[in-house]
């Protein structure tokens, strides 16, 4: 890889190369900031579009139109001058925005004048007994294997959980040639009920024609079972079976791969540790960063884009991404404030629209309590392997919230870095405690926002003052 | 007047848990008040060392307290194990500073000599170490490890278990414990003293302020004037590992859990939270520098956080003159002193025996007037 | 247990794991490599010795971590295979120096 050209210190830095991030660098660029973007996949693209530039003909084909849109946003980031840096994981932002990541393992610093959070979302977490089981994994794993790696799941596949990626994965795994044995849709029939008011702006959308002949596609070949209350992934150091609860009692079937999926939420790691007041956002169930139209945060040089600002999907994503990069143009002074409205008007009118639609999914995909709040000993904490039932115990001491209980049980204190339980952890003291999660809060989180070496570490710049606070004489 | 309890304590960290428990074992009905769940800590922040071969330089009434409490530390262990099952993971194995420079082990080996020379000083046992007597301990030390100071009094916990541990054996006990209870005023009233909060006052017979770095604030409203003040300090922590550092060093130190802690740094006047990466990057240069097979080694979290530090290092353990009945009790090692504020010093304030037993503790010692 | 869906020339490239030697696409993670190859489990966890295997494919769960070149805990869904690479499955905790 030719080693890109990093500024000395630059306009505009964005962190991820999704849609959001892909849109806002190409439009900075073009208005004259010196734009970078630092991504740690090998290829941009983010999750939705990934392996977009590497992705044979016949795994576009199976991939679909949606999916090609990304070319677009690839061609205009390569298009527009910004300096794009694959590989690049950021560990660590200064107070005075110096961004510091690695580079093919080597560690390099960037000061920037504005960042660009747009580091997405993740699968919310889905404990059930048995997740930790190798095969088990996310529905948006076998996608990424779909996409990057023409993967598509064998032998007895089981897709479980609720919400629009489920349904698209499936018709995938069947464009692919895949054959799925059963479907279990977990989604409360009463959301139906809470979901009607938000229907006609969901049926005026591009969302619903798409998503209902997809559902149609899919159920056309797959058996599908409704009103899952119950999921239990079986097997002892391989995944076996999965087991599962309707009304009509339990039932057991055997199963290779069983791949879950209950919806996405945005990725705190950056924004939090960025400094970002981080809040709850009621309609989605999951924290993030507040931040205004433009992706304006409370700290004053850092914004936010795509899933990361909140749920929006691949379209919003791009929209805000552009928005956020003409708000960095106006507070950079190359354009003005009534420039930067008249060119952000149309974006803003199509974001808000599109956020109207999503409302419908974000109700009608709501995933049971159940599912969100485990119980026994079903694993929390992945890394750190610590089931439900010793959480349980420990909120019902009077532990203080989910800083307390990290400290006294290892709950998030893994590799991971609480990724994979902090979400449920808070929802777990909210339901034991009756009250929002909004009144939990969230970890307290710090750098590094991804794990690096000790040598990694150490190879960052220090001088006498360091040396003084450590160095005993 | 009657009271909602004998006595409220005020600070759910180290120091006001420890003591707390220690005063519901000798009967009495205790409040511990304390913040949410998003305080500034010093209690979550600490590197879990019993340590003894640094204390006492210019009062060695603290060095004896020090020593006191690792020899209580074994007892104490049983005694919270046997109540609440909390296994606190102590050893005592002695202790290293590790140093990577001539003037290090210059700088170690005049210290410890002026700690034991003061008058009224217990020597303390220690040893300076060349670099092959340090690796016959630690094999895995690298070859810029030029010496260290070795003391075997020196041991180690797991301070998380242990916080969880007072916190269970305080509620074993009948202990009340108050969340949400920031202390925003405390006033002395008929006989007693009333801790407002946002959430409703408390009265207590008496009160102890064990708030860290709040203490100065809350003291000044019952007379005592504690003088601390936030020191930062940042710490770096590895994934886990097989166990390979049997020994703590004053800067690494394998948890049994396997996980590695590098630190420490010291930084006066910065109340930032926010971690300095200068900081770390120096204090993972000087960890490699030890034990270089942890180059490659992960590090999964940061912390920092803010020491709660007297003028001379010692702690401050007080009773106000002006309100008996009002104890301040402050110091910056709540993990090795654990085992003497819940079984010295809380029975001393059940019979607010503090100024009588503790006077070389006492807040006189900062005394401007006495100095002119 | 997942298979190829498409057939495209690729240059093709050869792992080892756990001394066993599997051919793999350039552009595959580790973890892709693997699961092409039918390898479900990458290692054992560090508190109850449990198999897991990679969960995200995306960088957040840290379950797929394994030995690269001789290297422990390396993401092995955020690695790209590179021709003659040694990958091990990683038991338990790190040992120093590896």
Known sequence: MTEPYLPEICDFAVIGAGPAGMAAAATAASLGLSTVVLDEQPAPGGQIYRGITEAAAATRTVLGADYERGRELVDALAASGATYCPGS??????????????????????????????????ERPFPIEGWTLPGVMTAGAAQILLKQADLVPSGKIVLAGTGPLLWLLAAQILGAGGTIALILDTTPKRNW???????????????????LSLLARVRRSVKVIFGVSHLRA?????????????????????????????????????????????VWNEEQRAFQPEADCWGATCVDHVAVAGDGAGIGGAQAAALRGRLAAWDAAHRLGRINRPQRDRLAARDLAALERDLAARRFLDVLYEPLSRFRVPTGDTIVCRCEEVPADRIEALIAQGVLGPNQ?????????????????????????????????????????????????????????FGEQADKAVVRL | MTHDYDIAVIGGGLVGTAIAYGLAKTGQRVALLDEDDRARRASVANFSLIWVQTKGLGMPEYSDWSRGAADLWPDFRNEIAALTGIDLAFSQPGGFHLCLSEAEVDAR??????????????????????HNAVREMLPDIGPEVVGASYCPLDGQCNSMRLFWGLHTAFARLGGHYRSDHRVESLTASEGGFVASTAVGSVAAGKVVIAAGNDSRRLGAMVGIDAQVRPQRGQVLVTERMKPFLHYPTITVRQADEGSVMLGDA????????????????????????????????????????????TKDGCPIYDESREHPGAFVANCHSGVTLAPRHA?????????????????????????????? | MFRRFTNRPEQG????????????????????AMFAAGITTCRTTVVDARARGPYCMMGVCFDCLVIVDGIGSRQGCMTRVRDGMVVESQKGRREIGR
């Open chain 1, 89 to 122: 994981t950021v560990f660590d932002v200064s107070p005075a925005g110096e961004i510091a990541f690695l580079l093919d393992g080597q560690p390099r610093l960037l000061p920037a004048r504005r960042i660009l959070a747009a580091t997405g979302g993740q």
């Open chain 1, 405 to 461: 209980l990290k400290f006294f049980v290892r709950c998030g204190m893994g590799p991971c870095q609480g990724r994979l339980c902090g979400l449920t952890v808070t929802e777990m003291f909210a339901a034991a405690r009756g009250i929002s999660p909004a009144e939990i809060g969230y970890y307290r989180l710090r750098t590094p926002i991804k794990p690096v070496t000790v040598a990694e570490m150490a190879s960052l710049p």
């Open chain 2, 343 to 372: 079984q010295t010093l809380a029975p001393l304030i059940a019979s607010s025996r503090v100024k009588a037993e503790l006077p070389a503790f006492g807040t006189g010692r900062f005394d401007v007037s006495t100095v002119h």
């Open chain 1, 234 to 278: 079986v097997g002892e150091e391989q995944l076996r079976a999965v087991a599962y609860r309707t009304s009509g009692g339990e039932t057991t079937i055997q199963a290779d791969t069983l791949l879950l999926h209950q919806g996405v939420v945005p990725s705190l790691h950056l924004p939090d540790t960025l400094g970002c007041r981080i």
């Open chain 3, 13 to 32: 490239v050869t792992i080892t794991v756990d001394g066993r030697e599997i051919s793999a696409k350039a552009t595959d993670s580790v973890a892709a």
């Open chain 2, 109 to 130: 080996a005049s210290q410890l000599a002026r700690i034991n020379v003061q008058a009224g000083m217990s020597p303390l046992p220690y040893e300076i170490l060349g």
């Open chain 2, 266 to 309: 010291i930084e006066e006047e910065n109340p930032s939270l926010v971690v300095g990466t200068d900081v770390l990057a120096k204090m993972a240069d000087r960890a490699r520098r030890m034990f270089p097979g942890l180059s490659k080694v992960n590090i999964v979290r940061t912390w920092a956080a803010q020491r709660v530090m």
């Open chain 1, 193 to 211: 009920l809470a979901a009607l008011r938000h229907l006609p702006r969901f049926l005026a959308s591009p969302y619903a024609v798409k998503g």
